[in-house]
């Protein structure tokens, strides 16, 4: 089904939270609350959600492709399998975010804050991972190969 930026907003605003499976292809979204959203294997090809409150959000599954999550709160939100090829993580907070099996290849998570999320089994294949925060990060067979990791942390410093 689809569904256009006022109704999601107007539905949410309501008390639904479940958009799982529905279509938001190419919507913009700019510093909504969305909290607890489930969007689980929704179609967001090319959606915005800059500055946008996501946190705890289910979007396991997800086609993200080109998505724009700019500055976005993606806290303790699950991005498991999700395909996240060419989105724009910039500024995020994935803090505790659970992305094992996300397809990040060519994404851009430059400024992003990783710290303790599962990445076991992503794809970061040409991800510019640029300054991102990974302190306590899984990074179990994630794929890094072409990554960009220039000013990253993965581990807290020494004192």
Request: proline share 0%; aromatic share 6%.
């Amino acid at each position: 089904m689809r569904l256009f930026v006022d109704d999601v907003l107007q539905r949410y605003g309501a008390g639904d939270r479940n958009f799982a499976s529905t279509e938001l292809d190419d919507l913009k979204f700019r510093d909504h609350d969305l909290s607890g959203i489930n969007l689980e294997s929704a179609s967001l090809d090319g959606v915005y959600f800059l500055g946008t409150n996501l946190q705890g959000a289910n979007l396991q599954r997800a086609n993200l492709v080109d998505a724009n999550f700019r500055q976005a709160n993606l806290r303790q939100a699950n991005l498991a399998g999700a395909e996240l090829e060419g989105a724009d993580l910039g500024g995020s907070d994935l803090s505790g975010a659970n992305l094992e099996g996300a397809n990040l290849r060519s994404a851009s998570l430059r400024d992003a804050n990783l710290e303790n999320a599962n990445l076991t089994g992503a794809n970061l294949k040409g991800a510019a991972l640029h300054n991102a925060q990974l302190r306590g990060a899984n990074l179990d067979d994630a794929k890094l190969d072409g990554a960009y990791l220039k000013g990253t942390v993965l581990e807290a410093e020494s004192s």
